[in-house]
């Protein structure tokens, strides 16, 4: 610190109490946050850098964070651009580790090559916990159900946006995951999303009704553990994945 600059206070111990909290206004002694290396965002030509803080799912280089949902190995295939392929018929990958609330980043492609229209077109998803899925699908240009577009949380909400980059061109999805919680197998709190599709916000905390179904009502009539795998969904079409990365959030509000 130059010997110029002045020292000032650091806070205060004379103001009043925040509504609900036992931190005063511009309290002293109120923890600071934590110092985060950010990383850099992706472009279509060259991958960004996660967080210093963040565990790393796929870089590229390996598939040794992932296992296939059957048992054994992941049998996907690795492709040019630091990516992963899904080789179809193959069967969903798992994350080896498992989580619970979190801030996941990943980037997919949807193959160029169109041999159907709808949900036959780029299909695959993203499923936190192993339950809850946010569609991927080719929505450019291809008009399928609302609850099924790109950015969905399937089944039960749109997207606010149908914000997709053209096939064989790279999307991001950021999330912010927060996992329910249960008391007793009953439900204390529902599990939320916030999602933001290539920078443009797309659920804001929208309260999920449930693990995902297909052509049924979801519900969370079945209880289940505080954490489970990022599970990737082998839908047939060679979709593509890269730079994926964690974040666990241990907590969701300020102290």
């Known amino acids: 610190m130059p010997e110029s600059s002045r020292v000032l206070k650091r806070g205060y111990s004379d103001t009043p109490f925040l509504p609900g909290s036992k931190w005063r206004i511009h309290d002293s002694d109120r923890p600071e946050p934590p110092i985060v290396l950010a990383g850099s965002s992706s472009t279509q030509q060259v991958i960004g850098s996660p967080p210093n803080d963040a565990m790393v799912l796929f870089d590229g280089s390996s598939l040794d964070e992932w296992q296939s949902v059957r048992g054994g190995e992941a049998k996907w295939r690795l492709s040019e651009g630091n990516a992963v392929s899904v080789e179809g ?94 008391q007793s197998n009953e439900l204390v709190n529902p599990a939320t999303i916030t999602l933001f599709h290539n920078g443009v916000l797309a659920h804001l905390r929208q309260v999920m009704q449930g693990p995902t179904k297909h052509r049924e009502l979801a519900s969370y009539s079945t209880p289940h553990g505080p954490k489970g795998p990022v599970v990737l969904q082998d839908h047939g079409d060679p979709v593509r994945f890269r730079n994926i990365w964690i974040r666990e959030l241990d907590r969701i509000a300020a102290l």
């Open 89 to 182: 018929g193959t069967g969903d990958i798992r994350s080896r580790q498992e989580f619970g609330s979190c801030q996941l980043h990943i980037e997919w492609s949807a193959p160029t090559e169109i041999k159907a229209d709808s949900q036959g077109r780029g299909n695959s998803g993203v499923f936190l916990m192993g339950l809850y899925e946010i569609q991927v699908l080719d929505s450019y240009e291809n008009p399928t159900y609302a609850d099924g577009h790109a950015g969905a949380i399937y089944g039960q909400f749109p997207p606010l946006v149908n914000a997709m980059s053209p096939p064989g061109q790279w999307n991001v999805f950021d999330i912010v995951f927060e996992a329910p919680e249960y």
